[in-house]
């Protein structure tokens, strides 16, 4: 039997979760923010501000009432169990470590409903690899969003081998109900489908750089130009910002290693950290506009 | 001292060769169009009178006159001399083997004007391959060209180690007279850049669907919700066409050989190149509308 999610919980309320919270709230449900103390619960309760602000400006229908209106369907929590007793949904957006996680995992399980369904936002994580921790592995996958999620609505949906598949339908219609495009995966893959596609992209734009064969604004010249896109890898490097991709850089392969050596020298030594710090590939100006 | 390039002969009527000669005389310039049998040259005529209609229909202020004047602004020969003597700039778009255009190189060489510039607009080789051959390597380098030049215009500058600069930059210029947008290399890299990063960003795709992670609509649509492009990596891959698609793959790693392997069992044994025949991964209707 299909579980129709109506109350949902959000754990974690850091640029992502407030993100998933918010947005979650803006499509009509009662959430749950939950973070571990009342400091940060009070940082995000400004942070959904902040939300919805720019909602107003940048959300088509978001002023005059529904951007504000979601502010109050969102309840404040660092008490775990009062923050999840009622969810039919628990979605985690915790810090990306695998033992933190699974803590929270182990904690959560014996605190939420027994039908309610847990997803992982975890970018690096498999499901495959918390499941066990969550007391529910069928009712366990990962729902996975993007950055400025009002704008890049993917929702990449991705089970572990023991995901019941109604669950599984169930968060695809959840994502959909909250104005996102489902990916659905069939398999676990690292870096879902998104990612595995933008990290090779964006690694081979760089290495053209680092061997010196163009500069960076040639590069994304010629992408927009040959594909029509909006915008060329350098400029989404900024946009993910350079501390970002160093890291995944210095993870890789031999060739993303020296795009790493790179970046360090030329940008993250420097502070130029993208788009976020006023400079990375580009210059922005003191009031960064989004990508 | 930069050679103004006002007269140019492109060597091969090919899909490229005749895209290339009919774009140069749309923007004004006299081109003689050659190739080596007079049967090629009156097939050549008709793609013109093809292109000329394109351009009407696709192209903004091509219709009510200077479409069909850039066709009285190309002279066909099958001879060689005549084809190139007056030239400023020779095009060479021949078939794409090293060995042939070698030959033709070196035939060109000593019928040419000694000032005239040599580009080549192969995919494959670079310049420095072909340099020796062409009796004027200061004044040799590589232009190249995409599909559908009169959309997809980008025009990507590569020299080798002995290019003179003053024949690279008389050739950026002319690429920008003919309304490509420029893409300057300052070193031969193999794909120069637009293959360099969109031939990794394909092939990961295709990883995906070959490994069963997600289907190649899916796959589309995460990305284009993510970036904002008009078209995902399929999408692409029926539009280059599944043949030479698999022709690139089977060249490849480990990895990309799969990616061959997968296509040749699923699409090209079973006819389906893409959108040329009517089906890839896609399914298109009798008309194919242009990417």
Excluded: C
């Excluded at 695809?172 to 990290?199: C, H, T, W």
């Amino acid at each position: 039997m299909t579980t129709h999610i109506q109350t949902v919980a959000v754990l974690g309320t850091g640029v992502l979760g407030s993100q998933i919270a918010y947005q979650t709230a803006y499509s009509g449900f009662e959430v749950t923010a939950y973070d571990i103390s009342d400091e940060l619960l009070e940082k995000a309760r400004s942070g959904f501000a902040g939300l919805a602000a720019r909602y107003e400006r940048e959300v088509e229908g978001a002023s005059g009432g529904p951007a504000h209106a979601a502010l109050s369907r969102i309840t404040y929590s660092s008490a775990l169990a009062d923050a999840v007793r009622d969810a039919d949904l628990v979605i985690e957006s915790a810090p990306e470590r695998l033992a933190l996680k699974r803590d929270l995992y182990a904690k959560v399980g014996p605190l939420a409903r027994e039908k309610a369904i847990f997803v992982t936002n975890s970018s690096t994580l498999l499901p495959s690899q918390l499941a066990d921790a969550t007391g529910r592995p069928d009712r366990f996958l990962a729902l996975h969003f993007a950055n400025e999620i009002w704008v890049h609505n993917t929702a990449e949906v991705m089970g572990h081998p023991g995901t019941d598949p109604a669950a599984y339908d169930a968060v695809v219609d959840f994502a959909r109900r909250i104005g996102m495009v489902p990916i659905e995966l069939r398999k676990e893959q690292p870096g879902y489908v998104v990612n595995s596609i933008q990290v090779p992209y964006l690694q081979a734009a760089q290495a053209l750089v680092v061997n010196g064969v163009a500069d960076a604004e040639t590069v994304d010249t010629a992408w927009r130009t040959a594909t029509g896109a909006p915008h060329g890898p350098f400029q989404s490097l900024d946009v993910i910002g350079l501390a970002t991709v160093y890291n995944i850089d210095a993870a890789g392969d031999e060739e993303s290693q020296a795009n790493a050596r790179y970046l360090k020298e030329h940008y993250i030594d420097k502070g130029k950290l993208g788009r976020s710090t006023g400079e990375g590939f580009y210059k922005y100006g003191t009031a960064p506009t989004r990508s």
